[in-house]
Nanobody, 118 residues
Framework: QELLVESGGGSVQPGGSLRLSCAAS????????LGWYRQGPGKQRELVAS???????DYVDSVKGRFTISRDNAKKTAYLQMTSLKPEDTAVYYC????????????WGQGTQVTVSS
């Protein structure tokens, strides 16, 4: 069974850091494009960062220079290192794994809460 499990969320003060992890099982992890999405209070879900199977990386402008996405195919785990956190980064963060050649293979984690507040 395909499963993505996020961890690492929590509450931090502005300027703080967190590292989110997304552990996958039941999929050929190295073939998937991985994405971190977030949904803040009253906002639509947005793509924050993505990394393809050949390690092409993209970020939404609001997190460039502050967030770093990475993957460890041997551990079947994706990461999102978040630094210089701002209150507007407060959201539920979701991990997504997508097999681009066939859109039916599209999986989501349950989400992890990140709260940035003083």
């Amino acid at each position: 069974q395909e499963l993505l499990v996020e961890s690492g969320g929590g509450s931090v003060q502005p300027g703080g850091s967190l590292r989110l992890s997304c552990a996958a099982s039941g999929i050929s992890f190295s073939l998937y494009t991985l994405g971190w999405y977030r949904q803040g209070p009253g906002k639509q879900r947005e793509l924050v960062a993505s990394i393809t199977s050949d390690n092409s990386i993209d970020y939404v402008d609001s997190v460039k220079g502050r967030f770093t996405i990475s993957r460890d195919n041997a551990k079947k785990t994706a990461y999102l290192q978040m630094t210089s956190l701002k209150p507007e980064d407060t959201a539920v963060y979701y991990c997504n794994a997508k097999y681009l050649p066939n859109p039916r293979y599209d999986y989501w984690g349950q989400g992890t809460q990140v709260t940035v507040s003083s």
